[in-house]
């Protein structure tokens, strides 16, 4: 779809409606402004407007006459069916409104979830070879071997090039982590988060568009680097020549502290948000070649997406069969090497698959999560909101048939009147269909407008850029709503007009509709049905926002609240006991500690055992700290004592938690201090325990408590990896600290004293209680979507009740006149006119309370943590849909029941 040309559906739209003799004039001033558009607010906008300014030109004198100057029999009798339908939506304008605006309602919110959904699932389905790329994902050796992971060791892609002919190509994408760049020798830095490596031929499998630059050769060479448009507007200004960079260099700091060159190869056109791959520069993997020849971890250093392009033509499932054997061919040297063990007792039995995962279902399916390189999606939310989409579609739709057959009990004596007059019953049926298609034609045209003005709401609410003109573009969509406007409007006409003409003309002139039109039981069936919807989204949308609590006040075990986490590991370098005394010293700040890693993106983990015979392997966690660090925390110890800086033995020394202690096969009977533990790899150096920390979640509430080692900082026994590194933690004195103003203050006297360290380096921070949240931030938004939708299902589930009970107390005001004139109070009164209603929703109550407890149970099943389910939150959800639900009841039947019986009894 090319985003540079006016929306075509749209074009059509305008050229089917619009007067002969005006269309070029028109049509040529709606695309000068749609070009202008594109260079004032790009693209996605810019067709939204050309799509409003069509929809605002639908109006007289601009819209062609629909039947000309033909005088035909059939032209004038649908025009005249026309005029009889408009006549009728004026004269009960009560009707009227309800209908078109629970159907205008229910349309909208369909299509909103519709582009929500449209959206998720179409991540990169851009690249043309789309339906040929797959992912390579395994289990994830360093922690459940039963889930899989996004990423590979680097011999993988080897081990596929070398023994798979069938694979057209083999590409390896690196995320190369936080670095510091700077384009114009240190004189502007920026903080990047997103820089990936790449392979000379990811370009053959991807279809990311360069603007300058070869995708043939731009990364044959080391330290070769493509940025991004955005990227290089914001390192050398929005009217930057983009031809004029090419060759020119920036630098990258790397962790050793050292700076490295990097000429520019190529600029790229912004990633679409629509893909899975997210990143701002993409450096050449050769750049890197040293670091990866030179380590021994081949196959389970895991931080490479893998990718293959398969051949056409080839069967990809017993593809996936023959590559299950290349670990155990290839990656026994690396076990070996690393744990002195075969790759059959390295993987305990388990299998080391090699999963092939379309790269369509990448972003979608939302598994596997661990190390992606890029977003991805959650296909559980996914089929919930197309649930509700449909049910709210489906509630909609019944409220407008329901309305429209009870609505037509009322039409017998015009039927009667113009079948005296000669009106064939098959006009008479056309009629009643006409109208109906009308209705939901109208409906859907307002409810079209009404996303268009919701979308930006939408759009910040799930972190999107949706674009409702891109969703009515696809045939799909218009034949989907096309067919919506006649299988709703042709039923909710359909079966009135049957009944209705059939009546002789006798018969219908006198007002008998009788019974025959009744569909009592079918109308009450469907009211029963809206309900228990309504009331099982309540329950449910209740429970979602009853976990979102339950999770965020969870005690974790530690106090994550008023710390500040500073995020220039970068900036510290490897010597940081001078820059701690100089944190230590402002007054703002009660305790200081270092961490490799902050809470709750702590994910290393490694493989120990106990210092015991025939002790078993088992994956723990692990953390490198200091003893600050857990007082900061404020971490419980069951047993022993926290590292002691006057012991220097300490550094070479473990603490536990409570799950390690378990896994490890010891007892709450054992004497657990003293005892060692030992890396199941290289000479299995042992390290002594010397505390039990009380379980903590150093992650988050989405996941269980992991069973953890806690490494001091400075221990050399271990591999190196982040040896000196450290991250700072400081705990705020709420005494001191107490606004706003002197939070600010106290950010800035850390920032200034880093400064004094590395003035190169962006200052970034953040606080540890507001990262744990952002971890629900998804389910936090979702959860707001959820409860907007089901309150439009609850209104619009009201509004037939509404509606119904109008119709009902139309129909009996002379019997409640009767009643009235006989003696029986207002409260009577009410409870006869209620009682029915009442029934129905009972029904509904008792149908909607298991049906939502399955529901929420299932969910429940995906948190590890999860809030009861207390029967008090169904009583208080059923108790206020029940309130509203009489409210609108008592509205009529009270309207009624104060009605003067003189009036009531001569009413016709």
Known sequence: MNNQRPPGFFIWFFQWYCRQNLQEFILGDLEEQFEQDIEDFGSTRARRRFAWNVLRFFRPGIVRPIFGSIKLNNTGMFKNMMTLAWRNALRQKQFTLINLFGLTLGIAACL????????????????????????????????????????????????????????????????????????????TIFKEDRIFGAEENFFKLFDFTLLHGSAETAFSQPNSIVLTEETAKRYFGDEVDFTGLMDQSIEVKEWDGNWKPFKIVGILKDISEQSHLQFDMLASMSSYQGQMDNHGWKWIWNIFGTYVLVKPNVDVAQLEERIQDLPAKWAAPTTERIFNQTVEEFTKGHPWTLELQSLGTVYSDGSPV??????????????????????????SAINFMNLSTARSTGRAKEVGVRKVLGSARSILVNQFILESIMYVALATLLGIGLVFLSVDWFNSLTFKEMDLVGLLSQPTVITALAAFILIVGGLAGFYPAMVISAF?????????????????????????FQFTVSIALIICAAFVQKQLTYVSNLDLGMDKENVLQIHNIEQFGFETGQLKSKLESLPAFTKVGKSFGLPPNILSGDRYMADEVQSEVVQMRNVRLEGDYLNLLDVEFVEG??????????????????????????????????????????????????????????????????????????????????????????????????????????????????????ATVPFEYSFMDQEFDKTFLFEQRMGVVLSVFTALALVIGCLGLFGLAAFAADRRVKELGIRKVLGASIAELWVSFSSEFSMLLIIAVLIAIPFSWYCVDQWLTNFAFRTPIDWWVFGIAIIGAFLLAIATITYQSLKVAYKNPVESLRDE
């Open 641 to 758: 004592r926290n590292y002691d800086s006057s012991r220097p033995a300490d550094k070479d020394k473990v603490i536990i938690n409570e799950s390690a202690v378990k896994v490890l096969g010891w007892s709450g009977e054992d004497e657990i201090l003293g005892k060692k533990i030992a890396l199941a790899s290289g000479d299995e150096d042992k390290f002594e325990v010397i505390g039990v920390v009380k379980d903590f979640n150093i992650n988050s509430a989405k996941s269980v408590i992991n069973p953890l080692v806690i490494i001091h900082q400075d221990n050399d026994q271990v591999w190196d990896y982040g040896l000196g590194l450290s991250y700072f933690s400081l705990k705020l004195d709420e005494t001191k600290v107490k606004s706003s103003g002197e939070l600010m203050a106290a950010i800035q006297q850390v920032e200034k004293i880093l400064a004094e360290t590395d």
């Open 370 to 395: 661990d190390h992606g390189l890029g977003p991805t999606g959650n296909p559980l939310f996914i089929k919930i909101f197309t649930a509700i989409g449909v049910l709210v579609l489906l509630l």
């Open 112 to 187: 909103m979830i519709s582009l929500y959904v449209y959206d998720e699932l179409n991540y990169d389905k851009f690249h043309t070879k789309a339906d040929r790329i797959y992912r390579v994902n395994q289990p994830s050796i360093w922690g459940d071997w039963d889930e899989m992971i996004a990423s590979t060791g680097p011999n993988v892609a080897t081990a596929l090039r070398e023994e798979v002919p069938e694979f057209e190509e083999v590409t390896r994408v690196m995320q190369v982590g936080s670095l510091v760049v700077t384009p114009n020798q240190k004189q």
């Open 504 to 528: 002789k003309p006798v018969q219908a002139l006198k007002g008998h509709s009788g019974h025959a039109i009744g569909g009592k039981w079918v109308r009450n069936g469907l009211v029963v």
